[in-house]
């Protein structure tokens, strides 16, 4: 018994060795798992850092903090094809703006998580384009 690729019949052996190779791209990109979906955190504060990358974008913003200095977090967006959808640009954000951002955050309790929602310093509400987004409830 053998399995087609094309106009080749492959043993069923050697398909089961294959499938890994074929599937590898797929697992490589990780899921939201990391992000604690059952409550959301509230930053403002500015900007240091805006990476318009894949497979990723990155805010980085020094939060304000009750009390103390200012606390940095590092924070993981969607692809820039989703956010583009959104109407998002490399140039959305700036390092020095202040914002607002509403994030799911980290479960191991650094300082960093996932971008839900952003206010620009013009007041626009951005949406990054998360998955699921209805599935992260908004506690804050």
């Known amino acids: 018994m ?3 690729v094309g106009s080749r019949a492959l043993p069923f052996a050697a398909a089961l060795l294959a499938a890994p190779l074929i599937t590898a791209p797929a697992a490589a990109h990780h899921s939201f798992a990391m992000f604690d979906n059952t409550r959301s955190i509230t930053l403002h504060g ?3 850092a805006y990476q318009w990358t894949n497979p990723h974008a990155y805010l980085e913003v020094d939060a304000d903090q009750a009390g103390g200095a200012p606390r940095h977090y590092t924070l993981e967006m ?13 140039r959305t954000v700036k390092a020095g703006d202040l914002v607002t951002v509403i994030v799911a955050p980290l479960r191991d309790g650094r300082p960093g998580g996932l971008v839900l929602e952003v206010t620009l310093p013009d007041g626009r509400h951005m949406l990054p384009g ?7 409830k908004r506690t804050s």
């Not at 969607?78 to 490399?90: F, L």
């Not at 998360?130 to 992260?136: G, K, L, M």
């Open 46 to 48: 500015k900007v240091t």
């Open 78 to 90: 969607t692809s820039i094809n989703m956010m583009s959808r959104g109407g998002w640009t490399s």
């Open 2 to 4: 053998g399995i087609r």
């Open 130 to 136: 998360v998955p699921n987004a209805q599935n992260y």
